[in-house]
């Protein structure tokens, strides 16, 4: 089951809504947001708030006056309460509202939220088999800053999401200018190597994840060594764990990287934390 809500007003699933001069469709003059909603809250909604508004101010969108995250969120609850929908993956849209070709006229905006339904016990659930993962090297991705930000220009992940399915993989590891490894699809990563817990930093171009952030005070609350510094290939094939954060999955721990065969020890256990902190 999935509800819409355009700016304010709840619409119907099927009612028409997508205008062909949106320029969403036409230039991906946007950005979105996902979240989970568990246990009728949206988690971590302070630091998707916060997300939401640096990403608005860099691409120089005009968020309205109406909006904030506790009336979105209140909105959200109320249309999920209506439905009898407790736990769900919540996915804001906000695009450039405006007319004009590549220069817009202006830069309101539309917001678009997305609720789609889930089931499961718990706000997240752990991948018992792991992931069998490899890596994208078709395209790369660009350097500057909109890269850290979920845009809705995504063609290298629909790309590499398209090779990991052809080659009948579960995810792929994507590669900035420099060489390096930087993120997965839909995902950060981590990687477990001797007594250090790695992740690329900012200034690697990866997304600027919810959880990832999450995961870094979790590591840090609970004593791992954690080295935020560019991670290269030979990073990956020679750890013992390599796991990735989205805020809709949590945490999902890897099992094959390339053919090799990799642990879960950390990742299980900053996995429960994680589960206990919410």
């Known amino acids: 089951m999935a509800i819409y809500i355009i700016n304010n007003n709840l619409i119907e699933e099927h009612a028409p809504f997508f205008s062909p001069k949106s320029r969403s469709y036409r230039y991906g003059d946007g950005f979105f ?155 950060n990563i981590f990687v477990v190597k001797g007594e250090f817990l790695l992740t690329p930093p900012i200034s690697e171009y990866c997304i600027d994840g919810v959880m990832r952030k999450v995961i870094m005070q979790l590591a840090d609350a609970y004593g791992y060594s954690l080295q935020e510094r560019p991670i290269s290939e030979i990073d990956l094939s020679a750890s013992e764990e390599i796991f990735t954060t989205s805020a809709t999955r949590g945490i999902s721990w890897v099992a094959d990287y390339q053919g090799k065969k990799l642990k879960n020890t950390v990742s299980r256990v900053l996995f429960e934390q994680l589960v206990k902190s919410i």
Not at 98 to 118: A, F, H, K, R
Request: with cysteine; net charge negative; hydrophobic share 35%.
């Open 33 to 187: 947001e996902s979240c989970k909603l568990s246990d009728s809250r949206i988690l971590q909604l302070p630091l998707h708030a916060d997300r939401i508004r640096k990403s608005a101010l860099l691409l120089k969108l005009n968020l309205p006056n109406w909006w904030d995250e506790i009336s979105w969120e209140t909105s959200v609850l109320k249309a999920c309460k209506d439905a009898k929908i407790t736990s769900a993956r919540i996915r804001l849209t906000i695009f450039r509202d405006s007319d004009g070709l590549y220069t817009p006229t202006d830069s309101n905006v539309c917001l678009v939220t997305e609720i789609n339904e889930e089931t499961g016990i718990g706000p997240y659930q752990w991948n018992e088999t792991g992931l069998n993962i490899g890596t994208y090297k078709e395209l790369v991705k660009n350097s500057n800053y909109t890269s850290t930000l979920k845009t809705c220009s995504a063609l290298i992940y629909t790309l590499a999401g398209i090779y990991a399915k052809e080659h009948g993989l579960d995810d792929v590891v994507i590669f900035n200018e420099y060489g390096r490894p930087c993120e997965s699809v839909s995902s």
